[in-house]
């Protein structure tokens, strides 16, 4: 059989809120009213998504108390 024994997540570090936006002329309420958002996150220069679902992968498996040697498949999705 087949199951999902757990979920990982990673998120850079930096952290860029609405208000960062406002020199671009974005008003933070307005974001939000409109989209939801309130904060994204910024990867690190050098840093590639390859990066990000490695610690996302990690994350998982200790999540799970999973041996890596006993995974047969990692599905990876990003937004």
Same mark, same amino acid.
């Given at each position: 059989?087949?199951? +999902? ?68 498949? +990692? ?5």
């Amino acid at each position: 059989g087949m199951r +999902i024994a757990a979920t990982g997540a990673y998120v850079p570090e930096q952290v860029v809120t609405n208000d960062d936006l406002a020199a671009l002329g974005c008003d933070s309420d307005w974001i939000v009213q409109r989209t939801g958002i309130r904060e994204r996150r910024r990867a690190a220069p050098g840093q590639a998504s390859s990066d990000l679902a490695f610690e996302a992968a990690i994350d998982c498996l200790e999540r799970a108390s999973v041996d890596p040697r006993e995974v047969d498949l +990692i599905l990876v999705a990003t937004i």
